[in-house]
């Protein structure tokens, strides 16, 4: 698995939620209308991706951890130091890169419309 297959399954997830506000659409839907009407998202929906990116990390293994961190803008740059680091610091850096990839994509679909 790579940095962008986890993106997808965790979109995927959100996109399985229903709104807490209007349980007849789903949180990414939700999301994506208030970004192209308000231009922001309000916190309980960032709240929600970011209890799912957790979930997600928590199943990974320490090996897979550290190969998903090399794809992130600080592992690139630290390439061969990840030996360095313990799992608990990268995942930080994965949560950090996971919620801007996954809000980067929520700010694409509203601008697509």
Same mark, same amino acid.
């Given at each position: 698995? #790579?940095?962008?297959?986890?993106?997808? @399954?965790?979109? *995927?997830?959100?996109?399985?939620? $229903? *709104? $807490? #506000?209007?349980? @007849?659409?789903?949180?990414?839907?939700? =999301?994506?209308?208030?970004i192209s009407s308000k231009y922001s998202c309000d916190w309980t929906y960032v709240s929600i991706i970011m209890k799912l990116i957790n979930k997600h990390l928590k199943e990974l293994k320490e090996k897979t951890i550290r190969s998903?961190?090399?794809?992130?803008?600080? !592992?690139?740059?630290?390439?061969? #130091?990840?030996? !360095?680091?313990?799992?608990?610091?990268?995942?930080?850096?994965?949560? =950090?890169?996971?919620?801007?990839?996954?809000?980067?994509?929520?700010?694409?679909?509203?601008? =697509? !419309?």
């Amino acid at each position: 698995m #790579d940095l962008a297959q986890l993106v997808e @399954r965790i979109i *995927c997830d959100v996109k399985k939620i $229903p *709104c $807490p #506000d209007d349980k @007849r659409v789903d949180v990414w839907t939700a =999301m994506t209308l208030q970004i192209s009407s308000k231009y922001s998202c309000d916190w309980t929906y960032v709240s929600i991706i970011m209890k799912l990116i957790n979930k997600h990390l928590k199943e990974l293994k320490e090996k897979t951890i550290r190969s998903l961190w090399k794809e992130t803008e600080t !592992g690139i740059k630290l390439q061969l #130091d990840d030996e !360095g680091f313990s799992a608990d610091s990268l995942l930080t850096d994965l949560e =950090m890169e996971l919620l801007e990839l996954i809000t980067k994509s929520a700010w694409d679909d509203a601008e =697509m !419309g």
